[in-house]
């Protein structure tokens, strides 16, 4: 189904407390790396040594590809021990997913050669979050997301629409790849493979938490951002570091986050 985003509706203000948080990328493992990572941030390579991921059965790791693999490591860290994890609506989103492997069909089917159904199979946006389930034998609510440059906070408005309907928490994963080769033209912000899971809830009384709220364009033209980050890792590192305020510009909005603390 196609939606405009953000939608009519769309309430003024999403609020929400991010109770757990993993992430992962090319030499940053660990919530103590991320943390220094988000004090003096850089870009993470565009193609590392993809996680081992030992937490997921081998039969189903084995038809991962490398997005797949650094998609999924921070969200098992993530839902680790969680009593809960079973039930817990998941929120997947990615503004380009896979284009590698859907660069090797298309150049298939340019060639007349057949499909494979596994590379086809996997090449949706939904499958990734989709093995995940089939792993865990998880049978709670799945959603895949793309939004072009409003991905992430799309998939936030997704999440707390979830929580507004009674669910205690919600698994939000965002990951994200360079654009294959053929699709170079495209690229408008710096390039990493990188991903990171947050566990959503509603805010308890006096609990810190996150606000996003449609900005004011003025607001944004004064906060002239110079992108030195994808949009998905500067973010991540907006959290990390407890800083205030971010605003940002999508292609169909602009975005204020703040911090309570």
């Known amino acids: 189904m196609s939606r405009r985003y953000p939608p ?67 969200v098992y860290a993530c839902e680790r021990d969680h009593a809960s994890s079973a039930t817990m609506p998941a929120v ?7 284009t590698a492997r859907l660069v090797t069909m298309l150049a298939d089917l340019a060639a007349s050669e057949p499909l494979s159904p596994t590379a086809f199979g996997l090449s949706v946006h939904n499958a990734i979050g989709a093995v995940r389930a089939i792993d865990l034998s998880h049978r709670a609510n799945l959603q895949a997301l793309s939004a072009g440059r409003d991905t992430v906070e799309t998939a936030v ?43 959503l809830a509603l805010p308890g009384e006096d609990e810190p938490c996150y606000t996003l709220t449609l900005a004011d ?35 169909v909005a602009a975005w204020h986050w703040k911090y309570h603390g």
């Open 157 to 199: 408005l997704e999440a707390c629409s979830l929580l507004a309907e009674g669910a205690p928490e919600v698994l939000l994963v965002y990951y994200e790849a360079p654009l294959a080769a053929p699709y170079a033209s495209f690229v408008d912000e710096p390039e990493a493979m990188y991903s990171w899971c947050w566990r």
């Open 92 to 98: 997947f989103s990615s503004r380009h997913g896979d």
């Open 217 to 251: 364009e003025d607001a944004v033209a004064a906060a002239n951002n110079v992108a030195e980050l994808p949009h998905g890792l500067d973010v991540l590192r907006f959290v990390l570091t407890g800083e205030e305020s971010l605003t940002y510009r999508g292609e």
């Open 8 to 74: 009519a509706n769309t309430p003024t203000t999403l609020r929400f407390a991010v109770r757990a948080w993993s992430a992962w990328a090319g030499g940053l493992d660990s919530q103590e790396a991320w943390r220094a990572w988000s004090k003096a941030p850089y870009l993470p390579p565009a193609a590392p040594p993809v996680p081992p991921l030992a937490e997921m059965a081998a039969m189903l790791r084995r038809r991962l590809p490398p997005l797949g693999r650094v998609a999924l490591a921070p």
